[in-house]
């Protein structure tokens, strides 16, 4: 399946709910595997954050990227959005800390990355997909998530307000029913709660205009645009905050008084039961011939485990059969370690060449090797690891950090700078 950014930029501004801070929010198109970052183009030098979980900060009321003043504050409604058109590649540019409010919904930012229509470019989409169950509690919010072959969520909320009380909504994720079902449900708070959030710092720039408000009587200089519009907000918010997976999530939520700290929670329990034996598509000898030029006896990958933006893991099985056993150290056969860096770069190939278009007419050079290390030998029946992370990337040059391992011993590790040119 072909991944999906945006075809033309989009714009919204307004002033952000917590920080009450004017910002100009644009969406731009992102090159095949870029995955999803913000922008902040107010700090020197427009540092770059990615919507990963890795960079989220467990913050209450709302969801936090990055460490300050390096950070995005309240991207919920806008990663909701994101996630309901299952858009893997985007540039999120703002010019401050947090996104517009607008009216308190994700509708705007939806509205404005459907005008900018979808485009599908190469490259593998990557899911979350479970094999068993994961449960989780935070606080108060409770959650299990079950496998599934798409995103639905079950939410139900609490609250000891005449208007609210206990509210349930179950929801099946797709771009249409979240235009029809949740993308227009709105944040909402309580005017006792007021001075309390506003000491913290908090809903600066909040109004019955972008919020619904709630006193004793019941709602504030509005009408609700559905009797449960509150459910339909915490299943929103909780759809922003499973996007920060890095992965298109195919599973079945449920959750009781979510939270945006316990919704965090969720997704990190969810990436880490990937270790115990996850679904995340492999690549196998067919697929990987199809990427890198190499053929035997040169071709040194046997399997592509994991595939992430950013990240790849590669295996290579080490047979008696090898050729080059023929001649390096007969009698005792042991890996040559500039083979064990090769077969390195190759995994590491596999990720830049993912992320462009048409691979077939490209082809990767390693430019530098840095701080290579052989921790000890390789011999035959032994099944080498390759775990690489881009660490840089600017224009078509790019750095890696790689570790193999056997056994979960670490046998060689290397920094690798690389290029990607025409053939």
Same mark, same amino acid.
């Given at each position: 399946?072909?991944?999906?950014?945006?075809?033309?930029?989009?714009?919204?501004?307004?002033?952000?709910?917590?920080?009450?801070?004017?910002?100009?929010?644009?969406?731009?198109?992102?090159?095949?595997?870029?995955?999803?970052?913000?922008?902040?183009?107010?700090?020197?030098?427009?540092?770059?954050?990615?919507?990963?979980?890795?960079?989220?900060?467990?913050?209450?009321?709302?969801?936090?990227?990055?460490?300050?003043?390096?950070?995005?504050?309240?991207?919920?409604?806008?990663?909701?959005?994101?996630?309901?058109?299952?858009?893997?590649?985007?540039?999120?540019?703002?010019?401050?800390?947090?996104?517009?409010?607008?009216?308190?919904?994700?509708?705007?930012?939806?509205?404005?990355?459907?005008?900018?229509?979808?485009?599908?470019?190469?490259?593998?989409?990557?899911?979350?997909?479970?094999?068993?169950?994961?449960?989780?509690?935070?606080? @108060?919010?409770?959650?299990?998530?079950?496998?599934?072959?798409?995103?639905?969520?079950?939410?139900?909320?609490?609250?000891?307000?005449?208007?609210?009380?206990?509210?349930?909504?179950?929801?099946?994720?797709?771009?249409?029913?979240?235009?029809?079902?949740?993308?227009?449900?709105?944040?909402?708070?309580?005017?006792?709660?007021?001075?309390?959030?506003?000491?913290?710092?908090?809903?600066?720039?909040?109004?019955?205009?972008?919020?619904?408000?709630? @006193?004793?009587?019941?709602?504030?200089?509005?009408?609700?645009?559905?009797? @449960?519009?509150?459910?339909?907000?915490?299943?929103? @918010?909780?759809?922003?905050?499973?996007?920060?997976?890095?992965?298109?999530?195919?599973?079945?939520?449920?959750?009781?008084?979510?939270?945006?700290?316990?919704?965090?929670?969720?997704?990190?329990?969810?990436?880490?039961?990937?270790?115990?034996?996850?679904?995340?598509?492999?690549?196998?000898?067919?697929?990987?011939?199809?990427?890198?030029?190499?053929?035997?006896?040169?071709?040194?990958?046997?399997?592509?485990?994991?595939?992430?933006?950013?990240?790849?893991?590669?295996?290579?099985?080490?047979?008696?059969?090898?050729?080059?056993?023929?001649?390096?150290?007969?009698?005792?056969?042991?890996?040559?370690?500039?083979?064990?860096?090769?077969?390195?770069?190759?995994?590491?190939?596999?990720?830049?060449?993912?992320?462009?278009?048409?691979?077939?007419?490209?082809?990767?050079?390693?430019?530098?090797?840095?701080?290579?290390?052989?921790?000890?030998?390789?011999?035959?029946?032994?099944?080498?690891?390759?775990?690489?992370?881009?660490?840089?990337?600017?224009?078509?040059?790019?750095?890696?950090?790689?570790?193999?391992?056997?056994?979960?011993?670490?046998?060689?590790?290397?920094?690798?700078?690389?290029?990607?040119?025409?053939?």
């Amino acid at each position: 399946m072909s991944r999906n950014t945006i075809a033309a930029p989009a714009s919204v501004e307004g002033v952000g709910l917590h920080l009450g801070v004017a910002c100009r929010l644009t969406f731009l198109p992102a090159a095949s595997g870029a995955g999803v970052v913000f922008k902040r183009t107010d700090l020197p030098g427009a540092p770059v954050i990615r919507a990963h979980v890795d960079a989220a900060v467990l913050t209450d009321r709302r969801t936090q990227l990055g460490i300050d003043p390096t950070s995005v504050h309240t991207v919920e409604h806008v990663l909701a959005a994101v996630g309901a058109l299952e858009i893997d590649d985007l540039v999120i540019e703002m010019s401050g800390p947090e996104p517009p409010i607008v009216d308190g919904s994700a509708r705007p930012f939806f509205d404005a990355l459907r005008s900018a229509g979808l485009a599908r470019q190469s490259g593998s989409v990557q899911y979350l997909e479970l094999r068993e169950p994961v449960r989780i509690s935070e606080g @108060d919010a409770e959650y299990e998530a079950f496998p599934a072959s798409s995103l639905d969520l079950d939410v139900t909320i609490e609250f000891p307000h005449r208007a609210i009380g206990r509210q349930h909504g179950t929801y099946h994720i797709s771009p249409e029913s979240f235009a029809t079902e949740l993308a227009g449900a709105r944040t909402f708070g309580f005017v006792h709660e007021v001075e309390k959030l506003r000491s913290m710092g908090l809903i600066r720039g909040a109004s019955t205009k972008n919020a619904v408000v709630l @006193d004793d009587a019941g709602v504030l200089e509005t009408t609700l645009r559905w009797p @449960d519009e509150f459910v339909r907000h915490k299943a929103l @918010d909780c759809l922003g905050d499973l996007t920060l997976a890095g992965a298109r999530v195919r599973a079945r939520v449920v959750a009781r008084k979510p939270s945006h700290r316990g919704t965090v929670q969720l997704v990190r329990a969810m990436r880490a039961s990937l270790t115990r034996g996850s679904t995340v598509p492999e690549l196998g000898i067919e697929d990987i011939m199809k990427v890198l030029p190499h053929r035997y006896p040169f071709l040194l990958v046997d399997r592509i485990l994991e595939l992430e933006p950013k990240r790849v893991v590669g295996i290579k099985n080490v047979t008696i059969n090898e050729p080059f056993f023929a001649g390096h150290f007969p009698g005792h056969p042991v890996m040559p370690g500039v083979l064990i860096i090769e077969a390195m770069a190759q995994v590491g190939g596999v990720l830049l060449m993912g992320a462009i278009e048409n691979p077939q007419s490209k082809v990767v050079y390693f430019t530098s090797l840095n701080n290579v290390k052989w921790r000890r030998p390789v011999r035959p029946g032994d099944q080498l690891r390759f775990e690489l992370d881009l660490l840089q990337v600017r224009g078509t040059v790019a750095r890696m950090h790689g570790v193999a391992k056997v056994d979960g011993e670490t046998v060689c590790e290397a920094e690798m700078g690389a290029m990607v040119r025409d053939r």
